[in-house]
């Protein structure tokens, strides 16, 4: 790695799937802004491919959206764990980071951002009224926290109750 702290923010979910977009919403805010040490990317699942990038990183944020819990967002560590699955195609942050971490020697940490959304039973390309406010909130966050880089002491106090 190199001298300056980087960021992978990951989000992901399904923007067909009204509020489910969330994730990819914020992830094409951040793309916009360029900050410096900041890796965007983002996709309708996670997929094991992501191990990789996410081993090139300092720190991890997986950005998707919340279906209940705390609002406007919720945000927690993310400890590596095994998975047993028969897909590549859906994983687990909790796995991705075992295999960043124990298969790549990577020494990311991670985090993980539940932003709260309302509809998602539909088709549609659009986030409710509600989901766009919390959205708001989860930005001034995310841009406060790649700032200074202390995501542990954030979360006590955002953690889904």
């Not at 075992?98 to 790549?104: F, H, Q, Y």
Request: overall charge negative; cysteine-free.
């Amino acid at each position: 790695m190199s001298d300056q702290t980087t960021v992978l923010l990951i989000g992901y979910g399904n923007p067909g799937r009204l509020d489910d977009g969330l994730g990819p919403a914020l992830a094409e805010i951040f793309e916009k802004k360029q900050l410096d040490g900041v890796t965007v990317d983002s996709n309708y699942q996670l997929s094991v491919e992501d191990a990789d990038a996410i081993a090139q990183h300092d720190y991890v944020l997986f950005v998707d959206a919340s279906v209940s819990g705390r609002e406007p967002f919720w945000f927690d560590k993310v400890d590596p764990q095994k998975e047993v699955s028969f897909s590549s195609h859906s994983i687990s942050p909790e796995a991705l980071m075992d295999m960043s971490n124990n298969m790549l020697d990577g020494k990311t940490q991670g985090y993980i951002l539940g932003i709260r959304g309302y509809e998602f039973n539909e088709f549609g390309e659009r986030l409710s009224a509600q989901a766009l406010t919390n959205l708001d909130a989860a930005v001034k966050f995310v841009e406060k926290a790649i700032a200074d880089k202390q995501f542990d002491t954030y979360v006590s106090e955002y953690k889904n109750v």
